[in-house]
């Protein structure tokens, strides 16, 4: 009797310590999941009204209203720099957020795509520029991924006008070419053309577009584009506009300055 006594007080001292370990278990997992929960909330639920008028990151959930908190290496970021040397770090990328361009003041000649930010800005630059000229804005190309970048290159494209597959802007889902894509002594001798141009080089920071490339190949690698045009965020645009930079220089003294 007294050893069926003690097998019992022994199995119950046995079960409270799996208890009482158990519990201790619970509780730590409950202090990681507090921990933890507060990110996961803001990846899955960011705030959209935020999102409209600050920097914002997907891929690293950064969201900040300081031009220098904007990541120029991650591809999902608004100020991520794309060059003939600088590629994304996904060979496909494929932004998250895109959507049809389509509104009453922009026109395209075929489907195009564009990430939401920078359509929000070309819609509210459309009504300013349709104000203006009484006319739509008219796209020629917006949203490229990676294999249509590589099928324009495979059509000898020269280095000096089309970036390589996996080295486009378009690819960012921010980036639009208007009007006409051909040369920069072709677009501006076209008096319309030209007449649009110096308005978007007035107003288009305003809205967060940057023209590219501006400086010659010299610097931006690529001749001038005055068609193509590159939402950056409005801060960021007229910070390049007032100091009469391109985005390549304002990236390379970023880097420098590191």
Not at 127 to 136: G, I, T
């Amino acid at each position: 009797m007294p050893s069926l006594v003690n097998n019992d007080m022994l199995s119950i001292k046995i079960h409270a310590r799996y208890l009482i370990l158990s519990m201790m278990f619970m509780g730590w997992l409950l202090a990681i999941n507090s921990l933890f929960a507060p990110w996961a909330t803001q990846i899955k639920s960011p705030n959209p009204s935020v999102e409209k008028t600050l920097l914002h990151n997907p891929s690293q959930n950064i969201i900040s209203n300081d031009i220098n908190d904007c990541s120029l290496n991650t591809d999902a970021s608004i100020c991520r720099f794309i060059w003939n040397k600088v590629h994304f770090s996904d060979l496909k990328y494929v932004p998250l957020n895109l959507k049809a361009v389509k509104w009453d003041y922009l026109t395209s000649s075929k489907p195009s795509k564009l990430g939401k930010e920078a359509l929000d800005s070309l819609i509210s630059m459309s009504k300013a520029f349709h104000k203006e000229f009484s006319k739509p804005i008219f796209v020629v190309s917006s949203y490229r991924d990676y294999a249509y970048q590589a099928g324009i290159k495979s059509r000898w494209c020269p280095d000096s006008l089309c970036a390589k597959a996996w080295f486009s802007e378009h690819q960012t889902g921010l980036a639009v070419d208007l009007f006409e894509a051909s040369t920069e002594k072709d677009f501006l001798d076209n008096k319309e053309h030209s007449s649009y141009f110096t308005w978007l080089d007035a107003h288009a920071a305003e809205y967060g577009f940057h023209n590219s490339y501006q400086k010659w190949a010299k610097i931006d690698w690529y001749d001038r584009e005055p068609w193509h045009w590159r939402y950056l965020w409005a801060e960021l645009a007229t910070k390049l506009e007032k100091e009469n930079e391109s985005f390549t220089q304002y990236y390379y003294r970023k880097i420098k300055s590191r």
